[in-house]
C-alpha cells in the first residue's frame, strides 16, 4: 500500500464498518449514502488487498485480516481525535458525562450506594449506569457494552486492556436464620462436609450453569453438592435462600451485608476454596482521560476497603 495517497477517511468507514457490519448502518452512522460507503470499502479492498468482509447470509463477517485490525485501528482513530482537541481542564464539580460499568449484581449492592453518595458531593453531572456482564466473556463487555470498566474476577486479558487489583473476595456459608438443621451450630463455625452436600444449594450463575469454584473444591476431597436452583443475581440468591431451607455459597462482603436485611446467618465452608481476586478492566484507550481516570480512580478508593482479611497484598 502507498500510504502516501491513501485517504485517511478510509479509516473511519473500516472503524464503524467493523462495529457495525452493515453498510446500511455504517451510512448512518457517518451520514453517508449507502453506495458511498460501498465505494469506500471497494477502494479500502483495493488498498489493503483484502476482501476484508464476506457475505454470510445477510450479514457482513469479517475477515481474519480485519478482526486483526479492529482494536488498533479504533486506538489510532480515538488517539488523533485526542491529539486535535483544544485542552481539557477537568473539574468533577462542573463535569456532565454518562460512565459504563460492567459487573454482577455484587456491585448493585457493595459500590453502587457509595458511589451515588461521593457522586452527589463531587460530581452531580455524572451519571452512572451499570449494565450486565457478557456471559463467558467478560473482556467482551468493555465492546459489546460500550463499558467503561468491568469488575470481573482476574482473568487472562488481550493487550488492549488495562487492569486494576480490587479485594480479594472469600465464601460464606448462608442458610436463613433457625434453619432446623443447622440450630447446633454457632455463626462462624464450620458446617459439617456431609450435612453441607446433602442440604440443598442455590447456585448463582448468570450462564444458568450448575456448577462453579465450590464444586471444583468438593470434587478434590471426593464430594459434590445438590444445585437445586440457579439465579443470575446475588440478591436473587440471598432472598432465595431467606424463605427456604436452601443454602448457598456467596462472597462474604455481600453475605455481611444482606444477612441483617433479609435474615440470614452465615458459616463457614467445610472445604477450602480458593479466593478469587477481583479486579477492574478497561480498554486502554481510556488510560490518560482526564473523566476516565478519575472515575477510576473513585471506584478503585471504593471498593478497595473490601479486602479480606486473608490476603492483604493488594498491588497498586
Not at 485517504?7 to 457490519?21: G, H, I
Not at 468533577?92 to 452527589?120: C, H, N, Q
Request: net charge negative; glycine share 4%; aromatic share 8%.
Amino acid at each position: 500500500m502507498n500510504f502516501a495517497n491513501f485517504d485517511l477517511n478510509l479509516m473511519r468507514v473500516l472503524d464503524v464498518m467493523l462495529r457495525e457490519k452493515s453498510t446500511v448502518r455504517t451510512a448512518k452512522k457517518l451520514n453517508m449514502s449507502q453506495s458511498s460507503v460501498s465505494g469506500a470499502l471497494g477502494r479500502l479492498r483495493h488498498a489493503l488487498n483484502d476482501e476484508l468482509f464476506v457475505r454470510q447470509g445477510n450479514r457482513l463477517v469479517p475477515t481474519e485480516y480485519a478482526k486483526s485490525l479492529e482494536f488498533r485501528l479504533r486506538e489510532e482513530i480515538e488517539r488523533l481525535e485526542m491529539l486535535f482537541m483544544p485542552p481539557v481542564v477537568f473539574d468533577p464539580k462542573t463535569w456532565s458525562g454518562v460512565y459504563r460499568i460492567s459487573a454482577s449484581d455484587f456491585f448493585a449492592e457493595m459500590l453502587m450506594p457509595p458511589l451515588a453518595d461521593l457522586l452527589r458531593k463531587e460530581a452531580p453531572g455524572v451519571k452512572v449506569q451499570l449494565v450486565d456482564l457478557v456471559p463467558d466473556s467478560y473482556v467482551d463487555s468493555l465492546e459489546k457494552y460500550s463499558a467503561d470498566i468491568a469488575l470481573v474476577p482476574d482473568q487472562a486479558t488481550p493487550d488492549w486492556v488495562d487492569r486494576a487489583e480490587l479485594f480479594y473476595s472469600s465464601f460464606a456459608v448462608i442458610a436463613r436464620t433457625n434453619h432446623s438443621l443447622l440450630n447446633e451450630l454457632k455463626e462462624g463455625e464450620v458446617v459439617p462436609l456431609d450435612l453441607f452436600c446433602e442440604l440443598g444449594h442455590v447456585l448463582f450463575s448468570p450462564e444458568g450453569n450448575f456448577a462453579a469454584m465450590g464444586d471444583a473444591a468438593l470434587a478434590a476431597v471426593g464430594k459434590e453438592r445438590q444445585v437445586i436452583m440457579t439465579l443470575p443475581v446475588f440478591s436473587g440468591v440471598c432472598r432465595a435462600v431467606a424463605e427456604s431451607d436452601l443454602i448457598a455459597l456467596v462472597p462474604r462482603q455481600l453475605a455481611e451485608k444482606m444477612a441483617p436485611q433479609v435474615g440470614l446467618s452465615l458459616y463457614q465452608p467445610p472445604m477450602e476454596i480458593p479466593t478469587p481476586l477481583i479486579v477492574a478492566l478497561w480498554h486502554r484507550r481510556h488510560r490518560n482521560s482526564p473523566f476516565h481516570g478519575w472515575m477510576r480512580s473513585q471506584i478503585i478508593g471504593l471498593m478497595r476497603p473490601l479486602n479480606s482479611g486473608e490476603k492483604l497484598a493488594i498491588k497498586e
